[in-house]
């Protein structure tokens, strides 16, 4: 078992750039949080043979949740599942809920990683990105949560932000780096359909910057992360030796997790993909009612060779040329003439029969991956 994922899905804000599953009503926390302890009970025999390695609070807002019912669930995790003595237990928490007292419970809880939604250090980018905390706040938290004796922390940044240009967002990376944080994700400000952010876009209200700007400042974060002794272990994913993230890893290795409330999905690890569908109302009133609340899917070969492709070439891995060979001998040919098409156009190297995207093309990943895929 690779792990568990918990979905807490409430939040104060809608950011501006959000298409994450979230609900700014807390009014329903509480029936929420009934309804996930029954989906927990209800799927205990699937977690119950192997050790269960790393837990994850995603959400939505985790750190917004009330403490009781946090309390709760892990009362109901550690009474009633095999949870490995040093499982890797990730919180993810917006920084104007970090405070001493809060941050004491949650380490009494057993959480021992916190992945902390910073995203700028900068006001005027929080407030473009419709966040419900400032710069000061981001300052403020991450001190009390190393004083809390939090060792094992990631911040999100985002770059590509409407109106930063490259030396602004040097001063970015270099407040990360002064701050000795081990773990960065660094994402690319993009545009999803429905979100506020598409409607500011569509309607002239707010202007993208180039696709250059991006591209110079995802390579501005790589090489001072990299001369900072950091790993690119993933295309958004930095981190200091022997701190990447466990839980997230697992996923990208194609490893089995159970995820639970709304929004949530689950893999066997082998073909049988779940996934819990993104209606609190629903998935409340479904729980309750004793109606299926999830849908599952069997993954085909096709399926499987595509995922492989997407998760491992987007991290330092890369793709095991056996493993394609072995497993699925029906699109190997396809596999070799495509990634040698794609060594020769140096976009691809092969090293110890292992096919990995270099450094100067992790830019255009997604284009790579696209040539691989089978329709
Ligand atoms: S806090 Fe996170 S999940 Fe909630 S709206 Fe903002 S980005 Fe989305």
Known sequence: MSGIYIHIPFCRKNCSYCD???????????????????????????????????????????????????????????????????????????????????????????????????????????????????????????????????????????????????????????????????????????VEKGTLLHHQVKKGIIRMPEDEIFEEMFFLLIDKLEKAGYSHYEISNWAKPGMESKHNRSYWLGKKYAGFGPSAHSYDGLTIRKWNKPNLHQYIKNITEGNPWYETEKLSEKDRFNELIMTRLRTDVGVDNKHIKLKFPAYYDFFKQTATKLLHENKLIYENDFWRIPRHAKFITDGIIEEFFVV
């Open 20 to 190: 994450f599953y979230f609900s700014l009503n807390k009014k329903h926390e509480p029936d929420f949080f009934n309804a996930l302890r029954t989906e927990l009970a209800l799927r205990k025999n699937e977690l119950q043979n192997e050790l269960i390695e790393t837990i994850y609070l995603g959400g939505g807002t985790p750190s917004y949740a009330s403490l009781e019912q946090l309390e709760r669930v892990f009362y109901w995790i550690y009474t009633s599942l095999p949870v490995a003595p040093h499982a890797e237990i990730t919180l993810e928490a917006n920084p104007e809920d970090l405070n001493p007292a809060v941050l004491e419970k949650w380490k009494s809880l057993g959480i021992n990683r916190l992945s902390i939604g910073v995203q700028s250090f900068e006001d005027k980018y929080l407030q473009l990105l419709n966040r419900s905390h400032t710069s000061k706040k981001v300052f403020e938290g991450l001190s009390y949560a190393r004083r809390a004796g939090f060792e094992n922390i990631s911040i999100d940044l985002i770059y590509g932000i409407p109106g930063m240009d490259l030396t602004e967002w040097e001063k970015q990376i270099d407040y990360f780096l002064d701050l000795s944080i081990p773990h960065l994700s660094g994402y690319a400000l993009t």
